[in-house]
């Protein structure tokens, strides 16, 4: 695929031609030359001859697609590694084939002190439920187990762990039989992540990250906090990531800022902002969501775990800090919360320094008219996730059962927030969902809800820079002169033009019609196979024999 010349300068420069380039600089380019970790020019193959004796390396795309590298907006690195590396039950069809496996693992790991798993989703299996206490502890022959559900804001586990957790019994979010939610699942994830020895912790995420490289991911975001994953994890994905061997990874750490001494200690972690996974509410899933009015499946509105004041105080602290806030929410009552939180945080200091400082909220899932206005005029990121609702939506999922088929129909809804000019960034939340950045985009626009979703182009530039401008940067995710040399190359097949469902273009005998072209990314068909991932014009992932 390229012929190199041997030059380990940080300077070298590099020539990409014969394939398609995807940039607003020149929808039709072919070529791009790369000096140093820099965008340098993007144009058509006439014009590509002209660099190629001066450049340390042409890399013959031979038709392939190159785009700007991929942003996942949520990730968790650690849990993402330890399900690719460990038990992941994703796969599990019955409860039944979750305890094979759960057995299974068990008696392939006798070595460690506490069993790791994650992705059981019972809403799925015929037998409706999750297994029970007595189930996990005979599949693991009384040995400690902690294993999420999907959502991973519930967990099941074994009696002998809830016997290494002094208080346990008496915490919020504690049941006998069923899963564990609130402070209860915090306190037993706590104590289960304590025992991963620094070279299980660097192997996963080393496997995370490899995985995201080799799905044309450059930058990922780090949801950490002290209720997600301690200091350490936190300290050491972001030394790992300065090695610069793989993606970018930006940290967030989720811990409310009172002053600015809380805020100090924010940054001194090497975070970016006191945001990400700060809890609000839940998740659907668990029934722990909050919601207006009751679930329809259960006799409660969730559970609420800050409010419009906490919320107000913490962006206001932050804003005045100079760091980036941000918030879980998911339900409507939460997303009211944070709405109303922020808005009276701009009354305090000012509606222009809320909006310069581009504070973010996770997931949003349950938006009405009025908290996407909100998110507009207070210049809030939604941080989305579009596989949620590939699996989760349509009038048989788990939405449906858990709002009743009415409310499941208002969730995710992308093209509203994009009319009303709400700012989004796509990601995945691995391990939730999987790392899959095409697949991302796909359900993004084949929405199960087809009036929420948007098209192609705009789900791309939300997966690519929009991940960027929810940093704070807007001079990247985007393969223009000037621009940071992050991009990835595809195989893929033709390009063209798509509306956000199966409605045909037909203004225009060119589908790009000036428009640079995207993948076609109608359900059932192959995605794209990435070849290469550059992160700051250093070659991070190479399909081998490519």
């Known amino acids: 695929m390229s012929e190199r010349i041997p030059d380990s300068a940080p300077s070298r420069t590099v020539l990409l031609r014969g394939g398609e380039v995807h940039s607003p600089a020149d929808p039709f380019a072919t070529a791009m030359v790369v000096e140093g970790d820099r965008i340098a020019w993007v144009g058509e193959e006439g014009a590509a001859d002209s660099f190629a004796a001066g450049v340390d390396e042409v890399v013959h795309l031979d038709g392939a697609l190159v785009t700007p590298a991929f942003t996942d907006a949520h990730v968790h690195t650690t849990a993402t590694g330890l399900a690719l590396t460990g038990l992941d039950l994703a796969g599990a069809v019955t409860l039944s084939d979750a305890l094979a496996r759960i057995r ?43 294993l999420t559900r999907v959502d991973v804001h519930s967990a099941v586990v074994t009696t002998a762990l809830l016997d ?5 019994r008496g915490r919020s979010g504690f049941d006998a039989e069923a899963p564990l939610t609130g402070d209860a699942h915090h306190a037993v994830r706590r104590t289960a992540y304590a025992t991963v020895t620094p070279a299980q912790r660097a192997e996963a995420q080393a496997a995370a990250l490899a995985r995201a490289a080799s799905l ?54 090497g975070a ?35 409010d419009a004041d906490a919320v107000a105080a913490h962006v206001a602290a932050c804003t005045e800090a100079g760091l980036q806030a941000g918030f879980h929410a998911i339900g409507d009552a939460a997303l009211t919360s944070v709405v109303d939180g922020v808005r009276a945080a701009a009354e305090k200091i000012g509606t222009d320094r809320i909006r310069a400082a581009r504070h973010r909220v996770e997931h949003a899932e349950m938006l009405t008219e009025a908290t996407i206005a909100g998110f507009a005029d207070l210049a809030l990121t939604a941080s989305v996730q579009p596989a949620f609702d590939a699996a989760w939506g349509g009038p048989d999922g788990m939405y449906a059962a858990r709002l009743g088929a009415e409310r499941a129909r208002t969730l995710n809804p992308y093209a509203a927030l994009l009319k009303a000019g709400v700012p989004i960034a796509l990601g995945s939340d691995s391990p939730v969902t999987p790392l899959d950045p095409w697949g991302t985009v796909r359900a993004a626009v084949f929405h199960r809800t087809r009036a929420h979703g948007i098209s192609a182009r705009a789900a791309f530039t939300a997966h690519t820079r929009g991940g960027w401008r929810a940093v704070g940067r807007d001079d990247a995710g985007v393969l223009v002169p000037g621009a940071p040399a992050d991009y990835a190359v595809w195989r893929t097949g033709e390009l063209l033009v798509q509306a956000p469902d199966e409605r045909v273009q037909r203004w225009s005998t060119d589908p790009r019609s000036g428009t640079p072209g995207l993948p076609d990314l109608t359900p059932g068909g192959d995605l794209p196979v990435c070849l290469r991932t550059v992160v700051a014009g250093r070659t991070v992932f190479e399909r081998p024999n490519e």
Do not use: M, N
Request: proline letters at 7%; a negative charge.
């Open 104 to 146: 299974a693992y068990a008696d392939a790991r006798p070595a460690d002190r506490i069993l790791l798993g994650h992705g059981w989703d019972a809403s799925a299996w015929p037998e409706g439920r999750p297994p029970s206490r007595a189930e996990l502890d005979a599949a693991t022959s009384g040995r400690p187990l902690y």
């Open 216 to 269: 044309g991911i450059g930058s990922v975001h780090e949801c950490a906090g002290p209720d997600i994953s301690g200091q350490d994890d936190f300290r050491a994905l972001l030394a790992l990531a300065r090695e610069g061997g793989g993606p970018r990874v930006v940290g967030y750490w989720a811990e409310v800022v009172a002053s600015a001494k809380d805020a100090e200690r924010i940054r001194e972690l």
């Open 164 to 168: 290494l957790v002094p208080g346990i």
């Open 272 to 306: 970016i902002g006191a945001a990400g996974d700060l809890f609000v509410d839940g998740s659907l899933g668990s029934h722990t969501a909050h919601l207006h009015a009751p679930y329809a499946d259960a006799d409660h509105t969730g559970a609420a775990r800050l």
